[in-house]
């Protein structure tokens, strides 16, 4: 179905160009159902292919520009993914470029919009995987509030948390362990966590991040986290790498 979304979200762009462009006043509305499925993969219009060659033309120019490369296929599940994994690591990775230190990251699940395929990554890619606009953030929990962060995500059945965070949960949403590091989290410590905006403010079942203290919240245009993205792909692609994700007992289901 990728080939009819992007037919159609071409569609959404030509009508805003040309709405952009003339004078032309609405007459009237009419509406009805499309159903949308393969059919439109196995006879595409000539003329509605036609029409939009133009705009099409445009929107690759901004979207086929390589990022990198994916080591492997990464899709999104829980309890851990590969592709989860990923992104938890590019925000601690991006925390150095803010003087920020953190102890772990967090990256939510929902707001993965798309898997990876192995090979060559595109700015579309990524543009499929983070479509939002959602920003770095970085705030301070307790260690108390982060057993209780760990406890909503095991609730949920699972997020997506960076390397050396390891939390052991139960079938039915129970926290058992959560470590940092080899480490058990101490209630009385305090860690500086870096994740989006969106989830700072306690949002996707994350309610305890609430209560986090000196938060920051950058707002400018290359802080949204596909710049970040693909900011990681450009820098592992100009060392010769390429981008490797594995599930390593992150997050685990004690049988």
Not at 123 to 145: M, Q, R
Not at 176 to 204: F, M
Not at 239 to 254: F, H, L, M, S, Y
């Amino acid at each position: 179905m990728k080939t009819t979304f992007r037919l159609f979200a071409l569609g959404a762009v030509a009508a805003m160009a040309v709405g952009c462009t003339t004078h032309y006043q609405i007459a009237g509305v009419e509406r009805s159902r499309i159903l949308v499925n393969n059919r439109f993969d196995n006879e595409p219009s000539v003329q509605g292919t036609a029409f939009l060659a133009p705009y099409k033309a445009k929107v690759d120019e901004v979207m086929s520009p390589v990022m990198g490369i994916a080591a492997r296929d990464m899709d999104k599940y829980r309890p851990e993914c590969e592709i989860g994994n990923m992104l938890a690591d590019v925000m601690v990775w991006a925390a150095k470029d803010y003087n920020e230190k953190v102890d772990f990251g967090v990256y939510n699940i929902g707001g993965i919009r798309a898997a990876l395929s192995k090979g060559v990554v595109t700015y579309g890619d990524i543009n499929d995987i983070a479509p939002f606009e959602n920003k770095i953030a970085f705030t301070t929990l307790t260690g108390a509030k982060v057993l209780e962060l760990f406890g909503q995500m095991a609730k949920r059945g699972g997020e997506c948390v960076s390397h050396g965070v390891e939390l052991v949960i139960t079938q039915d949403g129970k926290l058992l362990s959560a470590c940092l590091n080899g480490e058990d989290i101490d209630p009385q410590r305090e860690y500086r966590v870096v994740t989006l905006d969106y989830i700072v403010q306690g949002n996707d079942g994350m309610s305890a991040f609430k209560d986090g203290t000196n938060t920051v919240s950058p707002q400018e245009d290359k802080d949204n986290s596909r710049f970040l993205i693909m900011n990681y792909f450009k820098a592992m692609h100009a060392e010769g790498k390429e981008v490797d994700a594995k599930v390593e007992g992150r997050i685990t289901i004690q049988q």
